[in-house]
């Protein structure tokens, strides 16, 4: 994982979220492999002509402020990697992954 140097008085992650399977059927058209990015802190980004399901994105968006943060060992979320669209047809698997390490300055984010 890279991280980077600098001035600031706080450290946050830079997440991947990406499908990790579809035990059903994908109704949304997303496919294994989609993914979005969440980056210095609230910049979200999804690659060039690709899309995320709302619904999807919605119920992982709850998550990922405290995945960019450290977690103590024994908390679950620092263990758990995997969330699950709510469509019970399409049981769509998103994985949480920590791509960058980033140096921010707290007073430049309220």
């Known amino acids: 994982m890279e991280e980077t140097a600098g001035d600031g008085d706080m450290e946050l992650y830079d ?3 990406g499908v990790d399977r579809i035990e059903g059927r994908s109704v949304c058209g997303m496919a294994v492999g989609d993914y979005f990015e ?3 802190s609230a910049h979200l980004r ?16 709850p998550f990922l402020a405290a995945k ?15 969330f699950a669209c709510p469509d ?3 049981r769509l698997i998103m994985r949480v992954e920590r791509t960058r390490r980033r140096r921010m ?6």
Do not use: I, M
Not at 70 to 79: H, I, S
Not at 105 to 110: E, G, H, I, Q, V
């Open 38 to 40: 969440l980056t210095d």
């Open 88 to 90: 019970p047809e399409e």
């Open 68 to 82: 960019q943060r450290d977690l103590a060992a024994g908390d679950w979320l620092a263990q758990d990697s995997l």
């Open 46 to 61: 999804l690659p060039d002509g690709k899309h995320f399901c709302v619904y999807a994105l919605a119920s992982v968006l």
């Open 105 to 110: 300055n707290s007073a430049d984010l309220t």
């Open 15 to 17: 997440l991947r979220v």
